[in-house]
């Protein structure tokens, strides 16, 4: 409940309007029910309970939020409130009447049966009416503007349940410049019916009859808005946006509400189209993981890092800092995140993980609860060719964070890391599952000291391909489409995991969420469920067709050759470390297997001499005795299949 603290003049002014209806419906239940002398008879013992009452009910409508609730926005539960004060008040003649007037004054009773009766019907009604009144008052003028305003006449798709949160958000104001003239359900339970005064034309497949038939009445339909239920797959998707830029229709959507975004629309990107529909997330876990505490982000500028750090503001972190060696992309990072609004202390700091001494003076001088270590070098054709920059930075660079995490007290760290890092064949993987086994090694360590429940968990995050992140094939492929074509891919066989950043980033705090909890301390590796795994040929051909091109006729494709380090399939588990379920959706677990710390530390010995020698043969005979999967026969089946198509 609202403190009266609080309160506005904009309260005082409703409480104002609550008691004159109180006043007035007991008044006027009093005159209906007595007539003539006995009206005139009981109304100076009236006027003096009148105040009384009034003071109370004031007291009653502040304690079911009639005070406190606006009424441009009055609703059902509005309505019930409402009722309850009246009942409550209601209640309260029946006591005043046959409990205290009544025995002191002598008579059988004072109002009677039928007067408070009479009352309780006049208060619903004079509590109800000005609000009422106001809302259907904006709600006429909001579609007067609209029509005014050269709105977009509009059809949507979707469920009704969807587009009544659209209607809302355009009735309050949030949606502008459309108009919805129309809406097709996926539902047949939703034909024939209205919503919001909006009618349900018919079904998905009904679109381009529906588009014909307002052209006809020289109302043309100038935009389709897809609400989420409409990217279900049994909605057919990509026929409803091809079937609207056949027509040159604009298309948007309205992105999903669970996660408390306000009702706004976006573009329609083709990545809405490319996937499984995406696992549920429990928010209220993620937000008690963040809530209030001291977060750091490294690489908080970069695709995956940026949307954590949108995450963690959003769930209601305390303090957050980015830690970014890219000025432009950190400044650009905190200029969102201050735009975004809440409650979060939000720092920048311009750092490089390399920099070991400098990661350990940030984090003692922030202490976080969480460290989310997202900072990497993650393309594998560029740390094909310069392994020493992928070693520095994947592998020291990791150490540094996690030892600089545990300095500062940090309770969990959370490291980015990647499928490509199972039975690595490429030296990001390689990399990768170095850093992993390093912290499975410290994660090891602290258990052993603390009896089971280490005062810090180290965890690594597994997942594939994010679509629309910087340097991944959707945007590359967006590209070749508007310039023309071809499209380029690697291999007709090559197949991947994909899934949206706001996923891959929401069961990323789903994990260590887990991994805080009585766990068993052993699961140290989660794997995203990604579901199937998508031919890149098919994406390719897809992405084609959604921009309203024929492949091989408007755009040709082209196979340019597996790359190095490269291979057509990515597996989820090693063989050494089989799945575990954790009873998460959408994640799993790997069994650990790492060497001992001791063993560890002798590589990284190893490896530092030999970097500061340029020496890649000791870097690479170092990183394959690390990790003996290297170069196992699957990896030299990819290369080989790679050498063969390239030449």
Known sequence: MMRLSNLTLRNVLIATHDALATALALLVSFYLRFEGD??????????RILPWFVAFSVVVAYTFNLTTT??????????????????????????LDYVIVAPGSGTTFFLGRINIVLYFFLEVFFLSALRFAYRYFRYTRVRHHARSEDASATLLVGRAADAEILLRGIESGAVKRIWPVGLLSPSPADRGQTIRDIPVLGGIDDLEDVIGDFARR?????????TPSAFEPESHPEAVLMRARRHGLIVSR??????????????????????????????????????????????GGGSIGSEICDRVVTFGAGRLLVIENSEPALYAVTETLAAHGGSAVIEGRIADIRDRERMHRLMIEFKPDIVFHA??????????????????TNIFGSVNVADAALAAGATAMVMISTDKAIEPVSMLGLTKRFAEMYCQALDHDLAAEQGGRPRMRLISVRFGNVL???????????AQIEAGGPVTVTHPDMVRYFMTIREACDLVLTAATHALSPAPADVSVYVLNMGQPV??????????????????????????????GERLNEILFAAEEPAVAIGVAGIMAAKPNE???????????????????????????VLKDAVPEFGSPAAEESAAAGTLLRS
């Open 595 to 621: 060497p001992p710390m001791a063993a560890l530390r002798k590589w990284l010995a190893a490896l530092d001499e030999a970097i500061v020698r340029d020496d890649r043969t000791t870097i690479r005979a």
């Open 254 to 299: 309205l992105p999903s509400l669970e996660s408390g975004d306000v009702p706004r629309l976006t573009n329609v990107a083709v990545e809405d189209l490319l996937l499984r529909p995406s696992e549920k997330i429990d928010y209220a876990r993620l937000e008690g993981l963040v809530r209030d505490k001291a977060v750091i982000v490294t690489g």
């Open 375 to 392: 900072a990497a070098l993650k393309h594998v054709p560029i740390l094909e060719r310069d392994w020493s920059e992928g070693v520095k």
């Open 70 to 95: 606006k009424w441009r926005f009055i609703s059902l539960p509005d309505a019930l409130n409402i009722m309850r004060v009246a009942a409550v008040l209601t209640l309260g003649l029946v006591v």
């Open 38 to 47: 006995a009206f005139f008879d009981r109304l100076p013992l009236l006027l």
């Open 535 to 564: 031919r890149i040929v098919d994406l390719a051909e897809r992405m084609i067709r959604l921009s309203g091109l024929q492949p091989g006729h408007d755009i040709d494709i082209v196979f340019s050759g597996v790359r190095p």
């Open 218 to 226: 020289n109302k043309p339909i100038m935009r389709v808005v897809m």
């Open 468 to 478: 629309a992140s910087n340097g991944s094939v959707v945007p590359k492929f967006k």
